[in-house]
């Protein structure tokens, strides 16, 4: 087997938008990737401020001190979520913004930084400029182009938004990992799955799974929508 890639994207939520000024976090939403795939072991956590919400902030995201104040402090949970990110890529959507407040909240407690705690940290904003320059690339315009739903996203919180980068992430990523199969990993419905480890080709015993006639119409209606959005038929498809 491979060497095991464990990644976490994260967000947080906050009383205002300037650390500098003694603002604080008030929720963190961690989602766990292992290998590039979701293994919903995630970390949510609201937190007492200890002081109040900027009307600005909470309007985004619809919470207040009143909602917060029988949460723990962020030095009740700091341990839970160090442990949790200890190792890990962590991947942010503009990074230095919740870095920052992170690195504030470390700094009150003695704690040095989030980053030395982690094995680096990934602006996925900076991804996006990168890949889309000249274009929109906030969260809500790179599920759009992506097409990771998110209608239910009225209010920002943290988990949703760790939940759509990761597959914002994904998609944006797609084609680097790697393809060999591992003789020996399986998947839940009993298929061979990627492994990282440089295994021959092709590997013996590959199963081939066939797609259901509902995968197909899922890809079928994604072809149609990507038509659709550039407005353009794509020959493969016809």
Same mark, same amino acid.
């Given at each position: ?11 947080? /939520?906050? #009383?205002?938008? /300037? ?30 401020? /200890?002081? /109040? ?19 723990? #402090? +962020? ?5 839970? +979520? ?13 990074? $230095?913004?919740?870095?920052? +407040? ?11 930084? +989030?980053?030395? %705690?982690?094995?680096?940290? #990934? ?18 315009a790179l599920c759009e182009r992506l097409m990771v739903p998110n209608k239910h996203r009225t209010l920002h919180g943290a988990l949703l938004d760790s939940e759509l980068l990761a597959e914002v ?63 353009? $038929?794509?020959?493969? %498809? %016809?």
């Amino acid at each position: 087997m491979g060497e095991v890639t464990r990644q976490v994207v994260l967000d947080t /939520e906050t #009383t205002g938008l /300037e650390a500098s000024k003694g603002h604080r976090i008030i929720e963190i939403g961690c989602v766990e990737m292992v290998n590039r795939r979701i293994t919903r072991n995630n970390l949510h956590l609201y937190i007492n401020p /200890e002081r /109040e919400v900027d009307e600005g902030a909470a309007a985004v995201h619809g919470m207040t001190w009143d909602d917060l104040r029988d949460k723990p #402090t +962020f030095a009740q949970i700091v341990d839970q +979520f160090l442990d949790f990110c200890r190792g890990a890529e962590i991947i942010i959507h503009n990074a $230095s913004f919740d870095t920052g +407040f992170l690195d504030a909240e470390l700094a009150r407690l003695g704690r040095g930084t +989030f980053a030395s %705690h982690v094995a680096c940290v #990934t602006d996925s904003l900076a991804m996006a400029r990168e890949r889309y320059p000249g274009k929109r690339n906030n969260l809500d315009a790179l599920c759009e182009r992506l097409m990771v739903p998110n209608k239910h996203r009225t209010l920002h919180g943290a988990l949703l938004d760790s939940e759509l980068l990761a597959e914002v992430y994904l998609g944006m990523t797609r084609g680097q990992g790697s393809f060999d199969i591992g003789s020996s990993a399986e998947d839940d419905e009993g298929g061979a799955v990627a492994d990282a480890g440089g295994g021959r080709w092709p590997p013996t015993g590959l199963r081939v799974r066939l797609a259901t006639d509902a995968e197909r119409q899922l890809h079928e209606q994604g072809l149609v929508a990507l038509e659709k959005q550039f407005k353009s $038929s794509m020959r493969w %498809h %016809h």
